[in-house]
């Protein structure tokens, strides 16, 4: 099984999740692809962490949802890595910029998990967005750390080997691509699409309702 990963660690390891900034988490995640929703996005690929700009107001789009009650999950195909073209530990970096710059522009903007896929399309990931890999692990792994950040609790299952999934219907997916659509249908959430230049912020008023 080709896994997702997590920057800097074991896709298992301990997670602690950043506190939510107004209530008790309601079991909402809003799985979020990365360009093209949060930060600008590139036909060459976002590669350095100077090329790392945000798109307008995403961060209070951000900040928005986690203020509404969701856990926040980023979930980015991430081919360079596997391609050969750069390092799971420059993505780290990348990262790292891009959540300093929104927790800049929100306070409340962070990011509870980020998950990637470092494969390339000829693999066949199941991590690999139009896949569902991603947000399946997504879930998982933040239902555990709400819980138990040590994880030990933690028996990750993907596919038809997962069998008791929750509701996700409180859930969203947002992405700029077929292949984000693709994944939430296949994972069973509601898939929103945005436009690539205007990312999520185009978007938040139909997932909260306009009352944020
Ligand atoms: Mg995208």
Redesign the pocket.
């Known amino acids: 099984m080709l896994i997702p990963h997590r920057d800097d660690v074991e896709l298992t390891s301990p997670l602690q999740l950043p506190q939510l900034p107004n209530e008790a988490w309601n079991g909402s995640i809003a799985y979020l ?5 949060i930060i600008a ?1 590139s036909e060459n690929y976002v590669n350095t962490v100077d090329e790392v700009v945000l798109l307008p107001d995403s961060a209070k789009s951000v900040g928005d949802l986690r203020r509404a009650g969701y856990r926040i999950c980023v979930v980015t195909n991430q081919s360079p890595i596997n391609r050969g073209l750069w390092s799971s530990s420059n993505l780290s970096m990348i990262h790292d910029r891009m959540g300093q710059l929104l927790l800049q522009n929100d306070g409340d903007a962070h990011l509870d998990l980020i998950l990637h896929s470092p494969y390339a399309p000829w693999e066949g990931a199941w991590a690999r967005k139009p896949f569902p890999g991603m947000l399946e692990a997504g879930r998982q792994l933040i239902d555990v750390a709400s819980s138990d950040p040590s994880m030990r609790e933690l028996d990750l299952k993907f596919g038809d080997d997962w069998t008791d999934r929750p509701d996700e219907s409180a859930s969203v997916m947002v ?3 077929g292949v ?1 659509m693709s994944a939430a249908t296949r994972f069973g959430v509601v898939g929103i699409l945005c436009d ?1 230049d205007t990312g999520i912020s185009g978007v938040i008023d139909s997932i909260l309702g306009g009352s944020h």
Not at 33 to 37: A, E, I, L, Q, S
Request: aromatic fraction near 0%; charge should be negative; proline fraction near 0%.
């Open positions: 692809d990365r360009d093209g929703v996005g992405g700029d691509r984000d690539s």
